[in-house]
């Protein structure tokens, strides 16, 4: 546990110190205060263009740090052997996957945290009440991100850092259009094409029980226990990701 939290630790402030992490941070907030003017140019309210547009960049500015962070870090030091460094001393390799994920995972959610803080001023300008929904749509983005980041580590233990985003982005579309593969599937006459469809439904996780970006900005209710449940979801899940993590790099010669 000592070794894990000092794995931890150490790769919290790795990445801290990036400034290509501030970057991405800066165009985010940019983005959403440009976005206030966007009401002026829609025919819905300028409280519901926010909403939208918000949620909107906050999910991909999460996917860009999940992608930085992970394959980033993981992949390079993985790419340049300077995980050697750590393995060879008596630390065993799930602590090592284990720190790394927590420590990628704080950073993430202070980042995150400071993007929905100019999520949340914004809204307040703009005279509007804060619902929970909002409040629920940013938890459950965070989850999807901590998601990422166990894909971004799971991609980088067998592959090259290149390989690993692309990867990880083409994990992100695919969880979202998730439901369009089962879709596909009932329209294919192939058995061939259908079971492959069903298992790709089945393996990938939906990436839209994260989404609720729609019933935000619609005032729309989110059913009893959805959020729970999403989030039960997103933990079990990127707990799998992790243990698929481990057994890989277990195995790895490095």
């Known amino acids: 546990m000592k070794t894990t939290l000092t794995i931890a630790v150490n790769t919290f402030r790795e990445t801290i110190r990036n400034k290509v992490l ?5 165009v985010a907030a940019v983005a959403l205060l440009l976005s206030l003017s966007f009401g002026d140019l829609s025919i819905f309210s300028r409280a519901q263009v926010m909403a939208d547009f918000g949620l909107a960049t906050m999910s991909l500015t999460g996917l860009l740090l999940a992608i930085f962070i992970g394959v980033g870090l993981l992949g390079m030091e993985l790419a340049n052997k300077t995980v050697y460094g750590v393995i060879s001393r008596p630390v065993s390799r799930a602590s090592f996957i284990i720190g790394k994920f927590s420590g990628l995972c704080v950073t993430l959610l202070i980042n995150f945290l400071a993007i929905a803080l100019v999520f949340f001023l914004s809204i307040r300008f703009l ?22 980041v166990a894909a971004s580590i799971f991609f980088s233990t067998f592959t090259s850092p290149t390989l690993a985003a692309i990867f990880t982005v083409g994990f992100y579309i ?20 259908q079971f492959l469809l069903k298992t790709l439904h089945y393996i990938l996780p939906n990436l839209e029980h994260f989404n609720i970006r729609t019933r935000v900005v619609y005032g729309l ?4 226990r959805f959020v729970a449940e999403a989030t039960l979801y997103g933990i079990l899940y990127t707990v799998l990701l992790l243990l698929l993590s481990v057994l890989i790099f277990s195995r790895k010669d490095v």
């Open 221 to 224: 209710a989110i059913p009893d």
């Open 22 to 26: 501030y970057n991405i941070l800066l």
């Open 174 to 193: 695919a969880g979202h259009l998730n439901d369009l593969l089962d879709i596909g599937a009932e329209q294919q006459n192939s058995p061939v094409w």
């Open 127 to 148: 005279g509007v009440t804060l619902q929970s929904t909002v409040l629920y749509a940013v938890l459950l983005l965070g989850i999807e991100m901590a998601l990422i």
